[in-house]
Each structure stands twice: as C-alpha cells, then as structure tokens.
DNA sequence: ACTAACATGTAATCTGTTACATGATTGA
DNA sequence: TCAATCATGTAACAGATTACATGTTAGT
C-alpha cells in the first residue's frame, strides 16, 4: 500500500523500470521500509491498472526486457493527495512515524508553504506526544514505584527518540544548517 | 511471531488472561508494537498447543468466562531462547530495532552479566551503523551535490536517532542515572 | 567459461487486520 | 436501564515474504 506512493514519487523524478525503483527505493528509504520483488512487480501492475504510471517495453527480440515506467498526471494527483495525507497522522507509533517520513521523502515536489505546514503538523503531534510521555515517566517517579530497571530504559529509550524528532523538527523549521551532526 | 515471545514474556511476569494480556502489551509496548485480537486469541491457543502455556478456566456456569494463562517450563525456555537470540540482531533498521527493544523489555529475567553482554552486543552493531552513515553523509557533502533538502533532512534524522540510541546506550551501560530526561 | 549483478515475474505461504458475533459486568 | 468497558472468539480479507523459475549483460 505504502510502497505504491513510494513509486509514485520515486517515478516523478525521472522515469524507471522495476530493478532500478527497487535500488533506488532502499537506498532513500532502506530504514525505514523494504521492498521486495514479490511486492513491487504486482505493485507496479496494479498502478498500470489505475492509470497511475504507464510503461514502455525495450524488447530485444523476445527477451523480457526491461520495462521503464513513467508516471501520468492522474499519478501525479494520487501522489499530491497522499502527501497532502500527511496532516492526518496523528500518532508517533513506529507506523506512524515511518508513514510520515515515507511521505517526507518527497515534500519537495510541494509549494514549500505547505511543506512547512506539515512539518508545523507534524511538531504539535510529537510535542503532545513528548509531554504525555514525560507525564507519564513523573507519575512512576512520583509513586517511588522504581520497578524494573530495563523497562524504565525502554520509557527512556522512548522519551529520548521523541525529544530528538521533536528538536530535529525544530532545526529544520528554523531552517537551521542542517547538519549539525556533530 | 514475535507477540507470541511476548505473550511468555507477560506471563512470566504473572498470570493473566487473554485481554489483560492485551492492554498490558499496549501499554509497555505500544510504541513499538500492538497486537489485535484477531492475533492475540489464535497466538494464546498456538503457545498452548505448543505446550509453552497452560488454561484455566474460570466458567461461572455457561458464559465463557475469563481464561487465565499460565507460563509453562517450556514455555519459559522458549521464553529464554529469544530473550539471547537478541544477539543475532544484526542491523539498525526499522524491523530489528524493534525487535531488540521487545526482547530489552523482559532482560530483567537474564543473569545480569547476560544483559549487559546482549547491551554490548547491540552497541557494536549501532555504532558501526552510526560510522556508515556518517561516511555517506560526508559523500555527499564533499561532492558538493547538495541536493534535494528534505532527503538530506531525511538523513539528518536517522543519523540523529542512531546517535540517540547509542548515547541511551552508553548511559544504559555506565550506570549512569538513567532519567537523564532534561 | 564463469560469476555476479541485472532484470522480470509468479505461486505458495504466512501473518496480521478488520469486522463481526456474543455475552458479562459495572457504574451512572 | 443504559452505556462503557470487560471478555472471548472467528471468518473474510489484505498484505507481504519466500522460494522458485527464467533469462540477460558485463566483467574477469
């Protein structure tokens, strides 16, 4: 499902056949998501099928050959409206997260007001997140309710990855130099 | 599959039933994991079959009444078998980070010496992980192609959760207090 | 000549979700 | 008495992976 805007976006940069989306795919997104042929070939069809992406086949006499896929204005509108979708992720869940990131990949096909909107979007949710999260590691404290060691690592562990999103969003939106890996 | 290692996690820690078992997933785990009830029930039934868990039956006369799951000696070594194959945990993608953390949550169960050895373990791989991404950073900023800004931000973000995940790390492994939460 | 990587595709299988069905218990 | 939550379970469906099958191209 995922994997099918990918596709999209991955084609509106320049036209590719199936290998190439696969590497290309794994390069930009290999963290986050994986692609296997099982999924891609029958992706790819049934993008053909809704009139997403159209193909041009370079047949060397019989062989198979390789197909090269070029994206359509109706894909284009699919692709603008699953970025646009962005707005509605409203949880920091491991799928959430990587559904929003998916989508990052290609904000810069958006106006870049909008762009920022959605990171705007993306900043109240983690924000929220962030301090319930806090709420809820105060109230164990509070109780003296210690308990197990590694499953307080696991809320600390949790805390910790939500607070770098929420100040990676912060350097972003502030247009900060970006890499400030140190 | 990996609810299943989960479900003899909980019950080691007690006794429960089928949706007790749920929201206490959910709620230590719910970040990183959820289980549906259309899993959860065929997942109880696979573990007792399998002989790692046993029922009890609480009928108050007809109703179906509440099942309480308790964790058998196999069940419990099953348990232990998956808690040190944490070892295998080869990369820092997505799927097997949250595979290490489900194991981490139950590394209270292991000798001590164990844990901090499976700790060990997960810091070799995330520091090297931590190395390569660094050096692909570094690529792109020598050929000057700066690019697209957003997949640069994309790769600013996970550069900053590895290094996150390997300074909770270090901290896990130091002793250090661990609410470092500014 | 051989190996690795390029290139496409399908079928069996596995896993998991959603929606549905049922009924008990508890508190307003 | 009504709604919410507790509690268990199944069947249809959706999605993805693995293994297989096939053949090409490029480099050593």
Redesign the interface.
């Known amino acids: 499902m995922l994997a099918q805007y990918v596709i999209l976006g991955l084609l509106k940069e320049r036209p590719m056949h199936g290998y190439e989306i696969k590497q290309r795919f794994e390069k930009?997104?290999?963290?986050?998501?994986?692609v296997s042929y099982g999924s891609l070939y029958p992706a790819l069809k049934k993008l053909a099928k809704a009139g997403f992406i159209v193909q041009q086949r370079f047949s060397s006499k019989d062989s198979p050959g390789r197909k090269v896929f070029y994206l359509t204005e109706e894909g284009e509108t699919a692709l603008y409206e699953w970025l646009r979708e962005a707005h509605d992720i409203g949880d920091?869940?491991?799928n959430s997260t990587?559904e929003f990131?998916l989508r990052?990949?290609?904000?810069?096909f958006l106006p870049e007001k909008e762009?920022r909107e959605l990171l705007l979007k993306r900043q109240t949710v983690v924000c929220k997140k962030w301090e319930e999260m806090?709420g809820k590691?105060e109230e164990i404290?509070s109780r003296e309710e210690k308990g197990?060691?590694?499953?307080?690592?696991?809320l600390?562990?949790?805390?910790?990855?939500i607070?770098?999103?929420k100040?990676?969003l912060e350097d972003?939106l502030s247009g900060r130099d970006?890499?400030?890996?140190?």
Chains 1, 2 share one sequence.
């Open positions: 930009i997104s290999g963290l986050f998501w994986k920091v869940d491991r990587n990131m990052l990949i290609f904000f810069s762009g806090q590691l404290e197990d060691y590694y499953k307080l690592a696991m600390d562990y949790i805390i910790r990855m607070r770098t999103e100040s990676w972003l970006m890499p400030s890996f140190s």
